[in-house]
């Protein structure tokens, strides 16, 4: 009678915790739906407007080079076709980042305590803010600059010379520039991470401080990984990472401060 009972009881548990999984992968499915659908829209939206994207993305090289020098081509029939549908692509991923990032907070809210979701939502806003801040020095500093480098090898036609001019490809003038934005956006979040680390106890100042020398080589190694091969785009990427580097620290400091604030005051209470 008692076995029966006791397997009557595991059974209830296995039920009981079976609803809440099933709770939570229909609303897994729910947001994916959300963040899916965002995502189609703006592209659609992105590829009905490729061509002006495309140009604002060429801004840096006509900037340099002159509206009456610019000149880009493409050397097969679809090349301009596939070109639209990443411009739409990485137009949608950017556009439809906003609402995705909600999904994920949305679904990760519930299981957070108030506090919890009170120190998230800063990240929320830091995130696109830094990568925003990233894209801005690709477009006004690091394209700008590597432009007027390349076109710096350029030769006039003369008696005994041939010219020598710039003629970029549609595709790898849009693969350099995204790849550039990418990379910068990404090594931009250094102040989100370090500081989602410290409020997990995973690291402190202490340890940012003591291992600077090696993170200021890590930066410049993932610099030259995630850059074209030359020094200026690496340069250009490394030394704003690691002034964000130094800025961690001071962030993760007032988040020590703050925890320790909070446990002294859950001690006097």
């Known amino acids: 009678m008692a076995d029966t009972v006791d397997g009557g ?3 209830d548990e296995i039920e009981a915790s079976k609803a809440p999984l099933m709770e939570h992968l229909i609303e897994l499915r729910q947001r994916l ?15 009905a407007v490729s061509k002006q994207i495309y140009n604002i993305l060429l801004w840096p090289f006509v900037n340099v080079v002159g509206p009456e020098n610019a000149k880009t081509i493409y050397t097969h029939l679809l090349e ?8 739409a692509m990485f137009g949608a991923a950017f556009l439809s980042f906003p609402v995705v990032a909600l999904q994920v907070y949305k679904f990760v809210a519930p299981g957070l305590y ?3 979701r009170a120190a998230f939502r800063p990240y929320l ?5 830094l990568f925003l801040l990233g894209a801005a020095i690709v477009y006004f500093i690091a394209m700008p600059l590597l432009v007027r480098f390349s076109v710096g090898f350029e030769q006039v036609a003369d008696g005994s010379h041939a010219a020598i001019e710039l003629l970029p490809k549609v595709s790898e003038y849009l693969s350099l520039i995204m790849t550039l934005i990418m990379g910068f956006g990404i ?18 100042s202490e340890i940012l401080i003591t291992g600077r020398r090696y993170a200021f080589l890590g930066i410049f190694a993932v610099a ?3 850059t074209p091969p030359d020094a200026i785009s690496m ?12 800025a961690s620290i001071w962030t993760v400091k007032w988040v020590e401060k703050k925890k320790t604030a909070e446990a002294d005051e859950a001690d006097d209470d």
């Open 224 to 226: 030259a990984v995630l």
């Open 114 to 116: 108030k506090n919890e």
């Open 80 to 87: 301009k076709f596939f070109v639209d549908i990443k411009v």
């Open 235 to 246: 340069i250009i990427m490394a030394l704003p990472t690691c002034l964000l580097y130094e």
């Open 125 to 129: 806003v830091a995130t696109p803010l």
């Open 187 to 204: 090594c931009f979040q250094l102040p989100v991470v370090l500081t989602l680390l410290a409020r997990a106890g995973i690291i402190n």
């Open 33 to 47: 739906i959300y963040s899916v659908a965002a995502f189609f829209v703006m592209f659609l939206m992105c590829f």
């Open 9 to 11: 009881r595991r059974d």
